[in-house]
């Protein structure tokens, strides 16, 4: 199976992530992290080619998925009741926070119908939720409910450079 490197989403991709994210550092669960290898190796199995783009989250799912468009050369929309918060966290911490370790990845439309039915990954029980799409153009918005969209590169770490 080739590796699903971040430089491989493509429009009409369904956009998931394992877990769920914020509040790692003022909770400490950022000190107790697994690795999400075996899930990242489900999924490469399971859904094989069509398992188009994948990386891990750590410094905040906004900034990593605003990564993951500008590497693949598209537009990532996402959707802020689709975010799966910690339950001391919010949708602004679940952006932003970092240091969750899960894993943001794109999957073919007609595969993604498949995942979203089985919304866990097998053995470790690990949640599986669809919170956007890939569509043309680049950069990555943030939508609320209310209509309000934000950039999501604002949300999150950047490393000094």
């Known amino acids: 199976v080739e590796p699903a490197l971040r430089s491989g989403a ?62 693949s050369g598209v537009r990532i929309e996402l959707e802020v009741e689709l975010l799966p918060a910690q339950f001391d966290s919010d949708w602004r911490g679940a952006l932003g926070d970092g240091e969750d370790y899960e894993l943001l990845f794109t999957v073919a439309e007609d595969r993604a119908r498949e995942l979203g039915m089985r919304n866990v990954a097998p053995r470790l029980g690990t949640p599986i939720s669809r919170i956007g799409v890939v569509t043309a153009g680049e950069g990555c918005g943030v939508h609320e409910a209310t209509g309000a969209m934000h950039d999501a590169a604002e949300f999150g770490w950047e490393h000094a450079t």
Do not use: C, I, N
């Open 10 to 71: 493509r429009p009409g991709d369904g956009v998931y992530v394992t877990g769920r994210l914020g509040g790692s550092l003022a909770s400490g669960r950022h000190l107790t992290v697994r690795p999400r290898t075996f899930e990242g190796q489900w999924l490469a199995g399971l859904l094989k080619q069509d398992l188009h783009a994948m990386m891990d989250v750590s410094d905040g799912l906004g900034v990593d998925a605003a990564r993951l468009a500008s590497s």
